[in-house]
């Protein structure tokens, strides 16, 4: 299958430091891709050097198998981080104006602008001007301005910043109903939840250069079966066993423990059980995602 | 070319919907109204004006020619009409005082003075006015003391005044005005003023929408919305749109300006006797030609200077910072209304007309002196041609400004980043 995204060897430099430095990455059609790494890593460079903000110094980069140009401008739908809105433009104006702008007849744009502000809850307030709605109101509307045209790329910078828990489900249904109907999705963002939760593949910058990239299943197998959760009530003690453990984490009665190399979880269990400590659940499991982040960048530093 | 179009509605449709718009376009018709209803209130017209006059003829004799003379030359326009109340030969100092106070009471407007010395020609006459207009009676008042004096003392020489009756004819001297080769008869302040007026027309428009292109261009940068716009359509396309459109709303004042204040003025006067029959409304005569480089110029400049304004606005983050960046642009509009007055003096001295032809000053200056005396066309067309070529130049680098400033926020950059930016691809 073509790659939705081709990025070749792309660098781009801002007075002699080099915001992104040979950068290779292919993203599958229909998937919803992770872009991940530490503030200033060059994930917004990349991305806008992908919507054509920014144009590469050396390298080149595909969109839908075309190279950059009027005609893939209008495939992409984009989300930035640093984003906002027209005060003083009404908000089925300014939806219809932003999809035009992508090419689609304004007659229908309007007709899709009223349909999702119906589905987002915002139908009552279609024609209030942007100044007068809350934050999050607003970060909806931005989220329609980069859906509306149904853009076969979609890309978005941390979406559910300013967002409740429950406009943050409805935005994140609303991305996985996309990915269903053929829409390849970007996502850059440093909630690693929402990460491991939509992403199928991920790749992760530090300091322009890539350190880690592919599907994200493959990579957490690739750390093994390193860690242990496990709740319990009783005497934390009982963990105190050196040459299994390399580190421990306590959330109340919850511990997350991640084991040195080649050491036994079951020796676990069986200290749980000579010191008399309750456990009521006992699982093995990949390693989360943040501590890959955190494990590779803080060597990346190193 | 579909996307710029889209850019213009958008900004022509939320700018002339703003109060500032609706306000800025109904307030100089309604300025224009006010002045007329109260120049007609206040000052009347000329013809329905009359001074009352007496007149102390202290040398004796003369009061009677004076009188005469006066009231044979009041069917001339130029000077109010005239009542002479009465003529006192020999007054005394009661008299005189009385006459004062009348004055000051408002029952008649002026007096003259004939003294003993004034046959002798050793000490003036003296008209004594109440107000500016009473003044204007100078003229004609100077004209029939002369008549008054040359007839008493041809006839201390022992001749018949009445013999020489066409000595006293006063030659008329008419005001004509040269316009393009023709000539036509017509008062020369008009000109003046029109050209005055269509100067500062000019500068404020060109100030205000000049500013209007910057603030939406910064407007775009602080709310960030301009990442989104600028991952849809190219930044130069951006900037046309925009330049484009503020244009267009300019335009949109200008024409309901022109058609306001031309039903004002051609429905003027019976305005004018509508609010106090018999008056007049002061009339202007505005040359359509004129208004034609008004709008030339007005776009000419427009141009060159919005994309300055526009590449000014990408480059600041606040309002302090734009403030500061605005200024020499409006200095270099500024710079054209000082050098007005050189151009004024001698408008086809070889300084006005470099510099009426010099792109930035072109289009107040030359719009100035097609006001006055039309420039020969050759001129008009290279100052047109020099100022779109400097346009051209102009909206180059503005739109490399642009383009990377757009993206930056943070303090403002040096002259040697901007250099830089003129650079980045």
Redesign the interface.
């Known amino acids: 299958m073509m790659d939705a995204v081709l990025i070749e060897q792309v660098t781009k430099q801002f007075d002699s430091f080099d915001a992104v430095s040979s950068l290779s990455l292919g993203i599958k059609q229909g998937t919803v891709f992770g872009l991940l790494g530490p503030n200033g890593a060059g994930k917004t460079t990349t991305l806008r050097m992908i919507v054509r903000i920014l144009v590469p110094d050396k390298g080149a980069i595909q969109v839908l198998g075309q190279p950059l140009g009027d005609r893939t401008q209008d495939l992409i739908g984009y989300l930035p981080e640093e984003r906002g809105l027209y005060r003083q433009m009404r908000i089925r104006e300014i939806l219809v104006f932003l999809a035009a702008l992508k090419g689609l007849d304004e007659a229908e744009a309007g007709r899709r602008a009223g349909a999702w502000l119906e589905r987002l809850g915002l139908a009552d307030r279609a024609e209030d001007e942007i100044n007068e709605l809350s934050r999050g109101m607003q970060q909806k509307v931005q989220f329609l301005a980069a859906i509306l045209h149904r853009p076969q790329l979609l890309i978005l910078d941390e979406p559910f910043t300013g967002l409740d828990p429950v406009n943050a489900a409805l935005v994140k249904n609303v991305m996985l109903e996309l990915r269903d109907q053929g829409t390849t999705i970007i996502l850059s963002t440093h909630l690693m939840e929402q990460v491991e939760q939509m992403c199928d593949s991920i790749c992760l910058l530090h300091k322009g250069h890539k350190i880690l990239d592919g599907n994200l299943k493959a990579i957490k197998k690739s750390y093994g079966n390193n860690t242990v959760r496990i709740e319990f009530s009783g005497d934390r003690a009982f963990l105190n066993l050196p040459g299994i453990i390399e580190a421990a984490k306590f959330y109340g009665e919850v511990a997350e423990i991640k084991l040195l190399s080649g050491a036994d979880p079951q020796q676990i269990l069986k200290a749980a059980v000579e010191q008399k400590v309750q456990v009521r659940k006992f699982e093995l499991m990949e390693p989360p995602l943040n501590d890959i982040f955190i494990d590779k960048v803080s060597a990346g530093d190193a | 070319m579909h ?1 710029i179009w ?2 213009f509605k ?1 900004e022509y449709i ?1 700018r002339v919907r ?1 109060k500032a718009f609706i306000f800025g376009t109904i307030a100089l018709p309604l300025l224009a109204l006010v002045i007329l209803t109260v120049s007609v209130f206040l000052s009347g017209t000329s013809s329905a004006y009359t001074v009352r006059l007496a007149i102390l003829d202290e040398a004796g004799g003369l009061a009677g020619t004076v009188k005469k003379t006066l009231l044979a030359n009041a069917a001339n326009k130029d000077q109010p009409d005239v009542q002479v109340i009465e003529t006192l030969e020999q007054p005394s100092p009661e008299q005189k005082a009385h006459l004062l106070s009348q004055i000051e009471s408002g029952d008649i407007e002026a007096f003259l003075v004939l003294p003993k010395g004034l046959i002798a020609g050793k000490v003036p006459a003296e008209l004594h006015a109440r107000n500016f207009r009473a003044m204007t009676l100078l003229g004609p008042v100077q004209r029939a003391v002369s008549v008054a004096l040359i007839t008493r003392r041809l006839t201390q020489e022992g001749k018949q005044a009445g013999d020489m009756k066409n000595v006293f004819e006063l030659a008329h001297v008419q005001l004509v005005n040269v316009m393009s080769g023709k000539e036509e008869n017509d008062s020369g302040d008009d000109t003046f003023i029109v050209a005055i007026a269509a100067g500062m027309l000019l500068y404020m428009t060109l100030i205000i929408y000049g500013m209007s292109t910057m603030r939406s261009v910064m ?2 940068k ?4 301009v ?7 190219k930044p130069f396309d951006l900037l046309t749109g925009k330049i484009a459109s503020v244009g267009a709303v300019a335009l949109t004042q200008y024409l309901i300006w022109g058609i306001t204040l031309g039903a004002i003025m051609s429905f003027g006067s019976r305005f004018a006797r509508l609010l106090r029959p018999g008056a007049a409304a002061p009339a202007f005569h505005i040359p359509p030609v004129l208004l034609i480089y008004l709008v030339v110029f007005f776009l000419a400049g427009y141009f060159l200077y919005a994309s300055l304004y526009a590449a000014a606005g990408a480059i600041v983050s606040t309002d302090e910072e734009a403030r500061q960046a605005q200024m020499p642009l409006t200095l270099l509009i500024m710079g054209s209304f000082l050098l007005f007055n050189i151009v004024l003096n001698d408008p086809n001295s070889t300084l006005s007309v470099v510099l009426s032809v010099t792109p930035f000053l072109s289009p107040i200056l030359m719009t100035l002196r097609v006001a006055i005396v039309p420039p020969p066309f050759w001129q008009i067309a290279l100052a047109i041609g020099l100022s779109i070529a400097a346009t051209f130049v102009v909206i180059r680098i503005s739109a490399r400004i642009y383009r990377v400033g757009i ?1 930056m ?1 943070g303090k403002r950059p040096s002259l040697k980043e901007l250099r ?1 930016w003129l650079r980045y ?1």
Not at chain 2, 222 to 225: G, K, L, P, Y
Not at chain 2, 227 to 233: K, P, R, Y
């Open positions: 996307k889209l850019v958008r939320t703003t407007e775009e602080s709310t960030r919305i990442e989104i716009l600028v991952s849809s359509i993206l926020h830089r691809t």
